[in-house]
């Protein structure tokens, strides 16, 4: 990517939202990455499900007399009476859950839900979508409260080993759920990555579904009474690429939250995550003694205390550095990364890392970061990227299994061309380079080649952006698009 402006020309950009965060991140700079971190996710993609694309593995409408075959009820009162599957919690204090199915990566659990009576607005009912089929800690959910519009009245959210609750994200619905009235919810899957559906409306998504080898499906009820009918689930096709028409860019954040903490850090990172973002952006290049480090500019002059090549200095120098006082007071003392230690973070604390290759790098240079990939159990939630070609060529003989997005300054004179002789999974132009020739979006999708373009930031392009079809936008403010992209599912609902 082009190199950003200095920090004065960065914090004249902070507005709206990010300039909120910017006040949350002072404290983040201290206090963020001790947070107790979440347990971790799958180690590989390649003992993940392989069902198909609108798979049904499960469509009950519970026309029996029973619980359907294979239903477990855990704990509560689980029945069947006139077509609807009926649950019941009269204690507050206690999760009454029925576990069915199998353990799926990617899939759709949908069901039309009801709640008959609750004890009060902040009782609920819950989508499993990771419970063990004994019903056993640790398991994780998908929540919706009676009093849906609070401002937590949807969220994901892990019921730990402790016994404790870990919300990782929370939303108001768009309407009403209250009692007697039936709901569509569904939820939508993908490895660690979910999205909320209320009635047919994106309410709420995130990064950081914990997920097991083996948990498959529940429904679970507290302190109230519910009723459910038409369950399904449907095995999905790996996240795809392609954005839907009719749901929002990806929002990917550009060197983490770089607008509001120091770009290429845990603590960017961080932001980028309570900023709503699903991808975080950042670049990788390897120290003298050939360790992974997570930093953009050939050289450290720019974003730490120190001076040189990145090439030139060892680990030892690397991690002596401050890359936060440039930013900030507030950050000074905040390190330099390895990848391995942005590996790690993202694992435990949720996010997926779209990670560009900076340079040239040799065979063997890449194979090192494949093999940091592929330790921390990330296979699954990296996206590799770069300008050089050689590198593409690199990570896809040693790691097929991982997305590839070529980076162009300029466009091909065929893209299309160039996409399928790389093995594309995206092709990731500059925004003025796609902006004469947005037809090339068009002719990349019928390849099955997504588009994500950086590094946009302003409200205009977006918009052109989302209705030319691209998949994904890299952008400096992830706060702003994530909200934007959520005013405009609004919008859309409302019409």
């Given at each position: 990517?082009?190199?950003?402006?200095?920090?004065?020309?960065?914090?004249?950009?902070?507005?709206?939202?990010?300039?909120?965060?910017?006040?949350?991140?002072?404290?983040?700079?201290?206090?963020?990455?001790?947070?107790?971190?979440?347990?971790?996710?799958?180690?590989?993609?390649?003992?993940?499900?392989?069902?198909?694309?609108?798979?049904?593995?499960?469509?009950?409408?519970?026309a029996?007399?029973?619980?359907?075959?294979?239903?477990?009820?855990?704990?509560?009162?689980?029945?069947?009476?006139?077509?609807?599957?009926?649950?019941?919690?009269?204690?507050?204090?206690?999760?009454?859950?029925i576990?069915?199915?199998?353990?799926?990566?990617?899939?759709?659990?949908?069901?039309t839900?009801?709640?008959?009576?609750?004890?009060d607005?902040?009782r609920?009912?819950?989508?499993?979508?990771?419970?063990?089929?004994?019903?056993?800690?640790?398991w994780?959910?998908?929540?919706?409260?009676?009093?849906?519009?609070?401002?937590n009245?949807?969220?994901?959210?892990?019921?730990?080993?402790?016994?404790?609750?870990?919300?990782?994200?929370?939303?108001?619905?768009?309407?009403?759920?209250a009692?007697?009235?039936?709901?569509?919810?569904?939820?939508e899957?993908?490895?660690?990555?979910?999205?909320?559906?209320?009635?047919?409306?994106?309410?709420?998504r995130?990064?950081?579904?914990?997920?097991?080898?083996?948990?498959?499906q529940?429904?679970?009820?507290?302190?109230?009474?519910?009723?459910f009918?038409?369950v399904?689930?449907?095995?999905?096709?790996?996240?795809?690429?392609?954005?839907?028409?009719?749901?929002?860019?990806?929002?990917?954040?550009?060197?983490?939250?770089?607008?509001?903490?120091?770009e290429?850090?845990?603590?960017?990172?961080?932001?980028?995550r309570?900023?709503?973002?699903q991808?975080?952006?950042?670049?990788?290049?390897?120290?003298?003694?050939?360790?992974?480090?997570?930093?953009?500019?050939?050289?450290?002059?720019?974003?730490?205390?120190?001076?040189?090549?990145?090439?030139?200095?060892?680990?030892?120098?690397?991690?002596?550095?401050?890359?936060?006082?440039?930013?900030?007071?507030?950050?000074?003392?905040?390190?330099?990364?390895?990848?391995?230690?942005?590996?790690?973070?993202l694992?435990?604390?949720?996010?997926n890392?779209?990670?560009?290759?900076k340079?040239?790098?040799?065979?063997?240079?890449?194979?090192?970061?494949?093999?940091?990939?592929?330790?921390?159990?990330?296979?699954?939630r990296?996206?590799?990227?770069?300008?050089?070609?050689?590198?593409?060529?690199?990570?896809?003989?040693?790691?097929?299994?991982?997305?590839?997005?070529?980076?162009?300054?300029?466009?091909?004179?065929d893209?299309?061309?160039?996409?399928?002789?790389?093995g594309?999974t995206?092709?990731?132009?500059?925004?003025?380079?796609?902006?004469?020739?947005?037809?090339?979006?068009?002719?990349?999708h019928?390849?099955?080649?997504?588009?994500?373009?950086?590094?946009?930031?302003?409200p205009?392009?977006?918009?052109?952006?989302?209705e030319?079809?691209a998949?994904?936008?890299?952008?400096?403010?992830?706060?702003?698009?994530?909200?934007?992209?959520?005013?405009?599912?609004?919008?859309?609902?409302?019409r």
């Open positions: 990517m082009t190199p950003r402006q200095l920090v004065a020309s960065a914090r004249r950009r902070r507005t709206g939202l990010v300039a909120a965060l910017v006040a949350a991140a002072l404290g983040l700079a201290t206090i963020a990455l001790t947070a107790p971190a979440a347990p971790a996710a799958p180690t590989s993609s390649t003992t993940r499900g392989t069902r198909s694309l609108g798979d049904v593995v499960i469509d009950e409408t519970f029996g007399p029973g619980l359907p075959s294979g239903w477990n009820p855990v704990e509560g009162d689980w029945r069947v009476e006139n077509g609807r599957l009926v649950g019941d919690s009269a204690d507050g204090a206690r999760q009454s859950r576990t069915f199915g199998r353990h799926l990566d990617d899939f759709r659990l949908e069901a839900v009801r709640f008959e009576t609750v004890q607005a902040t609920w009912t819950a989508l499993g979508l990771d419970v063990p089929a004994a019903g056993t800690t640790p994780s959910i998908a929540t919706l409260r009676s009093g849906s519009t609070a401002g009245g949807l969220e994901f959210a892990q019921r730990t080993t402790g016994n404790t609750w870990h919300v990782t994200d929370s939303a108001a619905a768009p309407s009403a759920a009692t007697g009235r039936d709901v569509r919810i569904a939820v899957v993908h490895g660690t990555t979910a999205r909320w559906v209320f009635d047919g409306r994106e309410a709420l995130t990064t950081r579904l914990v997920r097991s080898a083996d948990g498959g529940a429904l679970l009820v507290n302190g109230a009474r519910v009723s009918a038409a399904k689930v449907t095995a999905l096709a790996p996240n795809a690429w392609i954005r839907p028409a009719g749901t929002p860019v990806t929002v990917f954040a550009h060197r983490g939250g770089s607008s509001a903490a120091p290429n850090t845990l603590v960017a990172d961080e932001v980028a309570r900023a709503g973002a991808w975080i952006e950042n670049d990788v290049q390897p120290s003298k003694d050939g360790v992974p480090y997570v930093l953009h500019d050939d050289t450290v002059d720019r974003t730490t205390n120190g001076t040189g090549r990145v090439r030139d200095l060892t680990a030892a120098q690397l991690d002596a550095l401050d890359a936060g006082s440039w930013f900030a007071p507030a950050y000074a003392g905040t390190r330099l990364p390895t990848l391995a230690a942005q590996l790690e973070d694992r435990t604390r949720g996010g890392l779209l990670l560009e290759i340079g040239p790098h040799t065979r063997d240079e890449v194979a090192r970061i494949v093999k940091e990939v592929r330790d921390h159990g990330m296979t699954d990296v996206f590799v990227q770069s300008f050089q070609v050689d590198a593409l060529r690199y990570a896809r003989e040693l790691a097929p299994e991982l997305p590839r997005g070529l980076l162009r300054s300029e466009l091909d004179p893209p299309v061309a160039t996409a399928r002789d790389l594309l995206s092709y990731n132009p500059s925004d003025d380079a796609l902006a004469p020739r947005p037809g090339v979006i068009g002719d990349l019928a390849a099955g080649v997504a588009v994500n373009v950086w590094t946009v930031d302003a205009a392009r977006w918009k052109a952006l989302e030319a079809g998949d994904g936008i890299i952008t400096d403010r992830a706060a702003e698009l994530a909200g934007w992209n959520a005013a405009r599912l609004q919008a859309a609902a409302g």
